[in-house]
């Protein structure tokens, strides 16, 4: 039998290519509807991000602004936002230790430490408050540094070396205060303005208000623009725009919303501006990849060439420092430097800020806006059982089940993915 002429031969149908599938995976992800669309599908698989502790704000606010409306009233959210700027920056610090699966249970005795060392050089040695502050962050430095040879070194887990770190540096801030147990900070100061009374003025406030739309629409678009070049999916430009557009709205509703009363605090100013920049570090910078993936599964990093032993030793000095910052920030607000500074439940407001804001235990993932979300939620408690008249017993109850709420949501999310990747 003769072979078929090419002039009667039937046409050959091209079978799909690569390219061909990218294409319609780009074209399906340019809309707005398909950023919804995926945005549930992260749901569905466990991957919540902010969602839970979002929807938990929502309901605290609510409850306590039914029951008492002064706490919605401008006044009280401006001293809710002084308030949340010291334990918060403590938090950013924990956020540090957890992404890479360990603890620090003495930034409590930091932060009190620092407190008590700017008061003593700069009230009574007669140091200028610079060089005061400066040498409390670098004492805060030097400690995580202990921290981080012990671990490496030794091998002396972090639970073990943080709570001996915890009592020898309640050890140290006694000592530097005395017998008279407190140092009064100079009222009038720049340090105690900037504490109690310093805001950001109206037009600056929503300038800066713009900034997170701005970065969310560029960053965002500049993504896309690689995720498209290499024929991935890639998000729609309509939903970037309007996850920008809300966010605007959102930040400038707020700001003027404040200003009826004082306004934005500095200080909640410089807590957002550190959120922001370790957000960009762990995010965006090889170092917050490596410690992603030492949280992860350390020696996987190691195999991969990552510093594992450097990694860990950042986590531990920026953990420090930041404690040791917060300690400053708390002597500023509380105009003094006192034996009760860095005590109570300054140690854990600052793990469970971190923990409720979504940043796992398990270690490898988490967010610098976790903190701040997370302390929002506990000065709200706070604040409202305050308004309230009610016990301080219900708020450390409340934050209890507040906390154990998250780990829970983390860990069936954490089972989630496991499950969704498997399948």
Do not use: K
């Amino acid at each position: 039998m003769s072979p078929q002429s090419p002039s009667t031969a039937p046409a050959a149908v091209p079978a799909p290519t690569l390219l061909d599938r990218s294409d319609v995976r780009v074209q399906h992800a340019d809309g707005l509807g398909a950023s919804v669309s995926a945005f549930f599908q992260r749901v569905r698989s466990g991957d919540l991000g902010s969602l839970p502790v979002i929807v938990g704000l929502l309901i605290i606010w609510t409850v306590f602004a039914l029951l008492n409306p002064v706490f919605l009233s401008a006044d009280n959210l401006v001293n809710l936002l002084f308030d949340c700027s010291t334990t918060g920056v403590i938090a950013l610090g924990i956020v540090c230790v957890l992404m890479v699966g360990q603890i620090d249970l003495s930034v409590g005795s930091i932060s009190g430490f620092s407190s008590a060392l700017v008061g003593t050089l700069w009230v009574t040695q007669g140091w200028p408050l610079p060089a005061a502050v400066a040498a409390a962050l670098a004492a805060g430095g030097l400690i995580g540094a202990l921290y981080a040879l012990l671990f490496n070194r030794f091998g002396m887990p972090s639970f073990v070396a943080t709570l001996a770190g915890l009592l020898a540096i309640l050890g140290l801030q006694l000592y530097l205060l005395g017998t008279s147990g407190s140092i009064n900070l100079p009222y009038g100061s720049e340090m105690v303005d900037f504490g109690q009374l310093l805001v950001i003025p109206p037009a600056l406030s929503h300038v800066l208000a713009l900034l997170p739309g701005t970065a969310m629409l560029v960053l965002g678009l500049r993504t896309r623009a690689r995720r498209q070049a290499v024929r991935l999916s890639a998000p729609s430009v309509a939903g970037l725009v309007a996850r920008a557009a809300i966010a605007t709205v959102l930040l400038q509703a707020a700001v003027a919303y404040l200003h009826q009363a004082r306004g934005v605090p500095w200080m909640f100013g410089l807590f957002l501006a550190l959120a922001v920049a370790m957000d960009y570090a762990l995010r965006r910078t090889w170092w917050g990849r490596a410690m992603q993936a030492v949280g992860g599964n350390r020696e996987a990093a190691r195999r991969a060439g990552i510093n594992v032993r450097a990694i860990f030793a950042s986590a531990f000095v920026l953990c420090a420092s930041l404690a040791a910052l917060g300690g400053i920030l708390s002597a500023a607000r509380l105009a003094s430097a006192s034996q009760q500074a860095g005590t109570g439940d300054v140690n854990l407001n600052a793990i469970a800020a971190a923990v409720i804001g979504g940043t796992s235990l398990f270690g490898g993932r988490g967010s610098a806006y976790s903190a701040v979300l997370g302390i929002i939620v506990i000065q709200s408690i706070a604040s409202g059982l305050t308004l309230l008249n009610l016990s301080s017993s219900l708020r450390f109850m409340i934050t209890g089940a507040v906390l154990a709420i998250a780990v829970i949501v983390d860990s069936l999310a954490r089972q989630s993915r496991v499950s969704h990747g498997r399948a």
